[in-house]
């Protein structure tokens, strides 16, 4: 069991929620330190660019809450139709993860996407790559619960949005076998992280991600995990 914790644990490492680190020259922030969860909340220098369809600049990104709080607005008319098509693509990745159907992910993002996992994964382009590169990792654990949170839509213009979704990865290194038999704590991770994406809808109406940055808020584990990643090093 310790080996096979001790493997879990190494192969989260390369699943995507290593925290993405923003660069300096965010927009909105030209001058501060790096953005994300970590970067103080630096007062904006000027007036942030946008995108040529309005949208607040999040791409490529990460870029720091206190921008996305700066940039977003409570539309009096919210197009509800478009907002709701993407918050069930997001509930569509979700499902995909958690039930190991990679493919069903070319519901999700475009084909010449870009995913910024952050290290050690890096970027990854195209969503081929992104079917590719996540079973390995999440084939070490027996299953996955990621649960969406707060959430944020902004339709930029008819063709285009943005959207920030706060989420919680729930990793189990042991089966369920029923309220009986409740899992132990020392064999659960817990990530909490922001999804920051980018869309575009498709021909058919669609609405799929061009750009998506994943953002590390913090990671729980408890002590006998703990224990064994530090055995690692």
């Known amino acids: 069991m310790r080996v096979g914790l001790a493997l879990g644990l190494a192969a989260l490492a390369a699943f995507p929620v290593t925290l993405a680190e923003p660069p300096n020259g965010l927009p909105g922030r030209p001058n501060g330190p790096p953005g994300g969860p970590q970067g103080p909340p630096t007062a904006p220098n000027g007036p942030p660019p946008t995108t040529s369809f309005g949208c607040p600049e999040i791409s490529p990104g990460p870029v ?6 700066e940039q977003f607005e409570s539309p009096a008319v919210p197009d509800v139709t478009s907002i709701e098509a993407i918050r069930q693509t997001m509930a569509l990745y979700a499902l995909a993860i958690d039930g190991r159907n990679f493919e069903a992910l070319r519901k999700v993002f475009t ?6 996992y952050s290290d050690p994964i890096g970027v990854l382009n195209g969503v081929q790559a992104i079917i590719d590169t996540l079973p390995p990792g999440l084939a070490n654990f027996v299953s996955t619960q990621h649960h ?3 959430q944020y839509i902004d339709i930029c213009s008819p063709n285009s949005a943005v959207s920030v979704t706060y989420f919680q990865a729930t990793h189990f290194f042991t089966p369920y076998n029923g309220v009986a038999n409740p899992v132990d704590g020392s064999q659960v991770l817990i990530d909490r992280a922001q999804y920051q994406d980018v869309w575009a809808r498709q021909g058919d109406g669609s609405w799929r991600i061009t750009n998506r940055n994943l953002v590390r808020m913090v990671s729980l584990a408890l ?7 530090c055995s690692l090093y």
Not at 64 to 69: P, V
Not at 111 to 116: C, L
Request: neutral net charge; hydrophobic residues 45%; without cysteine.
């Open 64 to 69: 720091s809450g206190y921008y996305l709080a």
């Open 223 to 229: 002590p006998l995990a703990m224990n064994l990643v």
């Open 111 to 116: 084909i010449d996407t870009r995913a910024n």
């Open 148 to 150: 969406l949170g707060t």
